[in-house]
């Protein structure tokens, strides 16, 4: 169980910029919006929605390695950030008959850090400072939902 200097986060929605994917990140209270390029946006997409890929894409591949390592995603932390540009640490436990139990934490891109934790079903936190400091996007998240005809069920009222 994590402290209270996190909050837990998950994906609320993707979306398509001209720049690259928004990826609203959030819970009951407050969504946030991490800009990432778009090829791992739709990485995240794919995951989200168990899209199945003609071949494998990079993420699989890290997913696979660590899968063979005896290691897997144990959580994200998008733990600082300065003006846009945010910072995560990836969490990856490994466990294998050579070794006791290991926590491996890694510097990431986000963006990286939040597709390898949705394709591996683990918990993205958000450091607390980072939280209390984002800009609230819910009301943007909703307006572009209702436009697409797009409803959130994972977020009460969207």
């Not at 690259?20 to 819970?27: K, W």
């Not at 995560?88 to 890694?106: D, G, H, M, T």
């Amino acid at each position: 169980m994590m402290d209270k200097s996190v909050v837990q986060v998950e994906v609320k929605n993707v979306l398509a910029t001209s720049a690259g994917s928004a990826v609203f990140l959030g819970n009951a209270e407050k969504v946030f919006v991490i800009y990432v390029d778009h090829s791992v946006g739709s990485a995240i997409n794919m995951f989200l929605h168990g899209t199945p890929k003609p071949r494998p894409q990079t993420h699989d591949l890290f997913a696979d390695v660590l899968t063979a390592l005896g290691a897997h995603v144990e959580r994200v932390v998008i733990n600082d950030f300065t003006d846009t540009v945010f910072f995560a640490r990836l969490i990856i436990v490994a466990e294998n008959e050579l070794e006791e139990r290991k926590i491996i934490e890694i510097d990431a891109r986000p963006s990286d850090s939040i597709a390898l934790a949705v394709q591996a079903e683990a918990p993205i936190y958000v450091a607390s400072h980072v939280w209390e400091a984002v800009e609230d996007m819910s009301i943007v998240l909703k307006k572009m939902q209702d436009a697409s005809g797009e409803k959130d069920e994972n977020f009460p009222g969207f």
